[in-house]
């Protein structure tokens, strides 16, 4: 149980503040056991986690849900741990491409796809050389702004984004 | 209970900084309703608390009063828009002063001569050619900062993307086409996520990108700033001779995005019928009486549409919003006119409606007074209009009787109240 995508959803509990309940795995397959009720499938999970909360972060309409719904799949299938170095690569490409006239992976505002995706990469994030943080620069700046809110990275370290603004004018200072 | 007053003309940018602000910080700032700007600015009353008499200007509820636009957003900031700390506080500084000295000349003297708030004359050509140039320069400048950040200052919005955006307003709205502004994604990106925060669109409505390079004077003036004076009434009739906006900005076409499928499929789509076509013509020209009611009066326009209305082949419908009890904030209702307005494009040719919000934020309604072409409901006649139709009672209207001719007269000169007796609060027209 102490696979990554497990303590995904114990992160994101938390930082929704509510109950996470039982969590099991079967043959590949997740299950969440709150309130005598039984969710399964990461996904499944997710959405009943946001739904708990009662926030909005899991869409307000079904074009919103849907979209988040691809997106926590992508997180799902392309952000895992143990993936090859190259695989990130690709990974990073991708997510550098889109977010370069996005600031949030859903809409205008921040959703639970961007919170998932956010403990996603994690790992990704804090091992890239930070010449590497350069080349996928939409995604860092994405990523920084995410891990701003202390409720969300929890006690996960900042990542340092700072070299990445050396090489522009009016200079960021972390205070 | 409001902090206090603020002094303008609708439709202000510098006025939006406050009332932004003002939503962010959720306290309530009050537009004077009885202000008219050229008038209740000239006086001496006004000039003995505001000295110079510029809007916006305001009074606060135990009496402070302040001018100058940012002064007044400070002014009705909470934390979070004030900045978390020293060094955060003086960057809002630094983007306040480079808003209004690198941001704001350039822009006015770009838009001011398209929108015909300064005549052309040869120091305002000379002007207009440089503001082009400068405002690249400021947006060069912004779109680097912009590269490695989502807001500009501590990650997260503050009174400087307010001010910065709220000066960009214009530009963005009447010249920086798709051509001109492809360069600065970044600020494209930041100015599209800002504008539909909901406490900006409280302010600001649905904001549509420029998507034509405007010439001078070809726009109709919309925003204020002229020195004639305006009167209510000449307002709300400015506030109809708007297009109906865009429910979104439109998609930033940055190099790299592609369409994707499903606008690929549309795109190739060949252009549909029209579903009115099949329907007799009769004598009645809708874009004539559009026209008419876009520039006269009422008093002169409804007598018009009486006078040319042939109820023969068209018809005139009441339709009533059926779930009032959801409506919560009259921003959100009136972007749910406009959202049916603009999922019912296609329809627009031959119809014709005023749709009226009644009351106040958690205690509204929805009606209006449709007219067009046949005697069916003419959502049915494509499948691309159903969306909305069924949220709403729809009753047929006799174009003879007096009932019919009174709620004519109310809704399309935006005045009475509903059956509860909620008092008219906005209207959107479709044309
Ligand atoms: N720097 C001031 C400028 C205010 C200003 O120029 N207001 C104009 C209208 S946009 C005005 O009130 N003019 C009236 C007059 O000069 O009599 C601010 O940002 O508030």
Redesign the interface.
Known sequence: MTTKHSQHLTDIAKYLNVPLGKISKNDQLYARISNNKKTIGILNIIFSLVKDSKSNLGGLEITEEALIHQWLEFGIIYASDGNSKQNNQTLLKNLN?IL?????LV???LTIADVFLYYSLLNIMETLPNFEKENY?NV???F??IQ?DPSLRQNYNLID?ST??L????G??R? | MAVGTLYTYPDNFRAAKALIAAQYSKVDLKVDPNFVFGETNKTKEFQQKFPGGKVPAFEGKDGQLLQESNAIAYFVSNDQLKGK?D??RAQIF?WLGFAESEVLPAGCAWVFPILGIIKNNPSSQEAFSRAKNDMKSALT?LN??L?????LV???ITLADIVVACNLLNPYKYVLDPEYRKPF?NV???F??LI??PEFRAVLGDVSLCDKPAQPGTVQQVAGGGDAGKKKKEEKKQEKKEKPKKETPKK?T?P??ELDAAEAVLAAEPKAKDPFEALPKGTFNMDEFKRCYSNEDEAKSIPFFWEKFDPENYSIWYGEYKYPEELTKVFMSCNLITGMYQRLDKMRKHAFASVCLFGEDNNSTISGIWVWRGHELAFTLSPDWQIDYESYDWKKLDAKSDETKQLVQQYFSWTGTDKGGRKFNQGKIFK
Do not use: C, M, P
């Open positions: 491409n370069t006239t996005k600031t949030y809409g205008q505002r620069i860092s700046r994405w920084d702004n701003q984004f990445i603004y090489s522009n004018g009016l960021k200072h205070v | 700390n060094y955060d630094q400048i680097s900062h590269l490695t950040r989502t807001y501590g990650e997260r994604g494209n990106r930041w599209t996520t539909n925060q930033e940055a790299e995005e």
